[in-house]
């Protein structure tokens, strides 16, 4: 196999080097953690068609060199700094894995080298035969038209260099896109762009060693949906859908029976696993795959739902998803839901909880006001089940909102998720309503004050121990205030952690069902996170019944 060969048309292998200065990096070094390596860098064009060398650190028993490039057997090579010095392999021609941990270090600055399969692209319609319903949705998306797209080439980017990285196979690489005329099976986004030249696997379905990647990492569609014409992946980066939440890592990777009860919201390739109907346990090592952008959008497939969503941007039904209800089940049954909703719902809380509060994902119950105790009449309290104000109504519902489109010129879906302008609000309203609803914080402050009261009296005695918080759940919801000489709640915040605690499980039973009613509304309403914006009249009303439930307790 010739290496680094000149004529780029010719070479079966292709290489990158880089220098090490292996004395610099001494100190620290960690365990060499298996889990499974993930596109680290974003480039023109999707999926790498040639080795790149992305990191190099110290591990506790050597150097370990990372690198990236299409599926297939790498070599990695050593040798000193002394320039004249020969190349030696390190380890076997049959790298896989993309990683190598090299322990007998030539000199502390030493140069590695890795050299690996040269691209080898052929186009989608070499895919037929055998991945036949994919390639029939995938040429009907916007991907497959991104070269004769008729504004595309009236801008001139059918001949403009600069443009073709993005909007064809390969461009400029060995067996690429090179021209219309030379390579029109290599025009607009398509397979190889996501998964990597596919020539060897093409030809060879049966050999694993070049089967194409499957990346889940966002970074993948990054290399081209980047830049102010399309700043998708640098929006969703700053996003909190950008990482997995280091607590929900933690419970995961803590026991195999919460991979799929929290990684189902949390973590990307947790979700796809159960939605493919695959078995989550196996992903152990791979948790933290946040939620990418193949977690929402499906690659392959064009539906009825706008930019490849997996689920619409409206719906009205109820929807939970407890942790413990099967998965496969319940999504197949609700496809239907609005695809935010599919995560931001109330997780299966009840008023029965005692050891925490409502998960901080109420937000689709909440728009839709189907959460909750609500009150009506002296002593009549029912469940909500659907009370939606007028921004529930909405034709996007939450991504009416959160995703409002960027200035030009990108004039696109912001994938910030926050709600980045009040535009919108304005259209409606014809002034800025400002940044919370009206008194909606106040009367959180009255309800805490209500529960302060009752915790000082009539609350059990054994609820009264020092640091112990007489209403709260046994792991406390994280609601802090503060209060005025007369001992009255005047603010509050929502912290992660409070340097109090709740009553144990056997102090849970000594709390009247009326407290517990009052604190889920409460947590309700404050783990929304918009303050009542959400649904105004509705938030109020269920702080409405939690003055009310506690006062029953307090004159009975
Ligand atoms: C002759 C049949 C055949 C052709 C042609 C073919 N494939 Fe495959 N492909 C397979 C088989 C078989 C597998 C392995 C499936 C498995 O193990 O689940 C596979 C696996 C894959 C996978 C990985 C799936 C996974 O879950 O790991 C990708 C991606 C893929 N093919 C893409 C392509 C692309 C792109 C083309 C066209 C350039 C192509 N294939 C052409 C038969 C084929
Ligand atoms: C090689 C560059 C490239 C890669 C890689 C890429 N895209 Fe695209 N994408 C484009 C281009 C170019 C268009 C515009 C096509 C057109 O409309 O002509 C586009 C269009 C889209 C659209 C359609 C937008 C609409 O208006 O309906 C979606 C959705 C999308 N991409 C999502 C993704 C996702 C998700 C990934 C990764 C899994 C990805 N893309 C990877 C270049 C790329
Ligand atoms: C860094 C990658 C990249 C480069 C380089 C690039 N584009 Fe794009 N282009 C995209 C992506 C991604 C989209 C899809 C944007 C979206 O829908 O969010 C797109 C969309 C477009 C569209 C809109 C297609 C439609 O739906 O009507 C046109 C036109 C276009 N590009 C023209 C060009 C031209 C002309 C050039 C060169 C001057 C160019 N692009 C260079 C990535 C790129
Ligand atoms: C825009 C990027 C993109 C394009 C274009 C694309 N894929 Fe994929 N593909 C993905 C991602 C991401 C996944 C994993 C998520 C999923 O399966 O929904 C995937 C999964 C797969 C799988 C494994 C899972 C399955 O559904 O069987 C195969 C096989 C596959 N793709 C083949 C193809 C073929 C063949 C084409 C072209 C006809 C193609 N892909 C085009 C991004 C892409
Ligand atoms: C039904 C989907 C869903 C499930 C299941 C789920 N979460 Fe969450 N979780 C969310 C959403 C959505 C947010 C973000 C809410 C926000 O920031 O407003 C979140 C936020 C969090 C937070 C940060 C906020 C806080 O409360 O401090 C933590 C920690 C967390 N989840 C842990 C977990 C753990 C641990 C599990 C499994 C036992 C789990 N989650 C299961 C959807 C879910
Ligand atoms: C696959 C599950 C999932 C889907 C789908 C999803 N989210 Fe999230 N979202 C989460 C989780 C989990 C977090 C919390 C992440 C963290 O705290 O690290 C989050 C965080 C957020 C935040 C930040 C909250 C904060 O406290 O800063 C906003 C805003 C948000 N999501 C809006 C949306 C919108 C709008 C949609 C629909 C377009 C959506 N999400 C779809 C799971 C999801
Ligand atoms: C009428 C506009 C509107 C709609 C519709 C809407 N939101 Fe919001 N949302 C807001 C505003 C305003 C806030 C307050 C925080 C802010 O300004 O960013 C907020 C707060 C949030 C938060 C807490 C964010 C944080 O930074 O703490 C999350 C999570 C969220 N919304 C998700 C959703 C989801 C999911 C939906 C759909 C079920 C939705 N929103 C519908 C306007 C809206
Ligand atoms: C939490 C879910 C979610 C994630 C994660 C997500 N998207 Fe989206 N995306 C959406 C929704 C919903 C829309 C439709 C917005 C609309 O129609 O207003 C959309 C729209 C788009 C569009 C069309 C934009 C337009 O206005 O024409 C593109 C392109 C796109 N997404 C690419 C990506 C890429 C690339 C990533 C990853 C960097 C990503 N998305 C991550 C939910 C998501
Ligand atoms: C479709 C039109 C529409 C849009 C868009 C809209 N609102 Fe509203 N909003 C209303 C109406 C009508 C009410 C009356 C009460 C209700 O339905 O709950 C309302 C009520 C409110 C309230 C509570 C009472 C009041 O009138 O002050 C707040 C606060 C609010 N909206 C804030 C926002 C914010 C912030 C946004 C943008 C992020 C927004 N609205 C977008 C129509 C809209």
């Not at 036949?132 to 991104?146: F, M, Q, V, Y």
């Not at 990418?292 to 039904?317: E, F, K």
Request: hydrophobic letters at 35%; proline letters at 6%; glycine letters at 8%.
């Amino acid at each position: 196999m010739a290496e680094n060969g000149n004529n780029a048309w010719r070479v079966d292998r292709a290489s990158v080097s880089i220098l090490v200065a292996a004395g610099f990096l001494l100190g620290g070094g960690f365990a060499d953690a298996q889990t499974v390596p993930h596109l680290s860098i974003t480039q023109p064009g999707g999926m790498p068609g040639l080795p790149i060398m992305t990191g190099i650190s110290r591990v506790t028993n050597g150097m370990k060199v990372t690198w990236d490039g299409p599926s297939g057997y790498y070599q990695v090579y050593q040798k000193s700094n002394n320039l004249l010095a020969p190349w030696v392999a390190l380890g076997k021609a049959t790298n896989l894995s993309r990683y190598a941990v090299i322990t007998r270090l030539y000199t502390t600055d030493a140069f590695f080298r890795v050299s690996g399969p040269a691209p080898a692209y052929i186009g989608a319609q070499a895919c037929a035969g055998c991945h036949d319903s994919i390639r029939n949705t995938e040429l009907k998306t916007p991907h497959a038209g991104a070269f004769t797209d008729a504004d595309f080439a009236a801008a001139g980017g059918q001949t403009n260099r600069s443009c073709l990285p993005c909007h064809t196979v390969g461009y400029g690489l060995p067996t690429g896109f090179v021209s219309k005329s030379r390579t029109p099976l290599l025009a607009g986004v398509q397979c190889e762009n996501c998964h990597g030249p596919a020539a060897n696997h093409a030809a060879n379905e049966n050999d694993p060693t070049v089967r194409p990647r499957v990346e889940l990492a966002a970074t993948v569609c990054g290399g081209c949906h980047t830049g102010p014409m399309s700043p998708t992946y640098d929006e969703w980066s700053t996003s909190a859908h950008a990482t997995v939440t280091p607590d929900a890592l933690q419970t995961m990777s803590s026991s195999t029976n919460n991979i799929s009860s929290c990684g189902r919201c949390h973590s990307g390739s947790v979700r796809l696993a159960l939605i493919y109907g695959k078995n989550p346990v196996t992903l152990s090592n791979d948790l933290n795959v946040a939620i990418t952008c193949a977690v929402c959008h499906d690659p392959h497939s064009t539906n009825a739902n706008p930019a490849q969503v997996r689920n619409p941007l409206h719906s009205t039904n109820y929807f939970s998803l407890s942790t413990s209800a099967n998965f496969t089940n319940v999504y197949a049954a609700n496809t239907n839901i609005n695809i935010c909703g599919q995560c931001h719902n109330v997780r299966g809380a009840a008023w029965t909880d005692t050891s925490r509060a409502p998960h901080r994902s109420p937000q689709y119950n909440f728009l839709l006001g189907s959460v909750g105790i609500l009150w009506s009449g002296k002593t009549n309290y029912y469940s909500a089940t659907y009370r939606p104000g007028t921004h529930g109504g909405l034709t996007n519902q939450c991504v009416y909102c959160h995703m409002q489109d960027d200035a030009p010129p990108a004039s696109i879906a912001s994938h910030t998720f926050a709600v980045i302008s009040h535009d919108v609000c304005i259209s409606c309203h014809g002034f800025d309503p400002g940044a919370s609803a009206p008194g909606v914080y106040d009367n959180v402050s009255l309800v805490l004050d209500l529960l302060n009261r009752w915790a000082a009296s009539p609350a059990a005695a054994a609820l009264r121990t020092n640091g112990v918080v007489a209403w709260e759940y046994t792991s406390p919801g994280g609601l802090t205030w503060q209060t005025n000489q007369a001992g009255q709640v005047t603010s509050w915040t929502l912290a992660d952690q409070v340097n109090f605690t709740g009553p144990d499980a056997a102090g849970q039973g000594l709390i009247p069902d009326n407290i517990k009613k009052a604190r889920y509304d409460l947590y309700l309403v404050v783990n929304d996170g918009s303050l009542g914006t959400h649904n105004w009249t509705f938030a109020l009303d269920l702080l409405t019944a939690a003055q009310n439930l506690v006062a029953q307790q307090l004159s009975p």
